[in-house]
């Protein structure tokens, strides 16, 4: 059976997770530098060693209530359409080896109310307990960079 390891984050209350091979590394909140006219869900850049790099906020790409206070948030450095991307979380929680019999495509219900093309599946961790979103930063991202 086929396994993968993520990335597992949190956004408010929800738990979303990438795929670790898409993930360069995390990093504290550093300094942004605001760019003009760039769309909300974008922070600004920041200087990773020498490379300039964009910072996406994924709590406004994904339309939730962002608070504005990242004083606390992580960075996750992640490759995106190969670009390099900096998008900000909530927490940064754990590294987990999923199999495939624990992922699940999204409800079809939810489907015709929202854009799941970006929603590579859900993943159930302690016998559905825990529930994770997958996400596909190249599809979210692709359009959007």
């Not at 300094?31 to 600004?44: L, Q, S």
């Not at 359409?81 to 754990?94: L, M, Q, R, Y």
Request: glycine share 6%; charged share 30%.
């Amino acid at each position: 059976m086929t396994e993968i390891q993520v990335v597992a984050f949190r956004l408010g209350n929800e738990e979303f997770c990438l795929e670790i091979s898409k993930v360069r590394e995390i990093k504290e909140m550093m300094p942004i530098t605001r760019v003009p006219n760039a769309p909300d869900f974008v922070e600004g850049v920041i200087n990773l060693r020498g490379q300039i790099t964009t910072v996406i906020n994924l709590k406004k790409l994904l339309g939730y209530y962002d608070e504005g206070d990242l004083s606390n948030k992580k960075i996750i450095i992640a490759e995106v359409n190969g670009e390099i991307v900096g998008i900000i979380v909530d927490a940064v929680s754990d590294v987990l080896t999923l199999t495939e019999d624990q992922i699940e495509q999204p409800p079809k219900t939810l489907a015709s109310k929202v854009d799941m093309r970006f929603i590579k599946g859900i993943a159930k961790i302690n016998n559905g307990e825990r529930l994770l979103i997958m996400l596909d930063l190249d599809k979210l991202l692709g359009e959007s960079i």
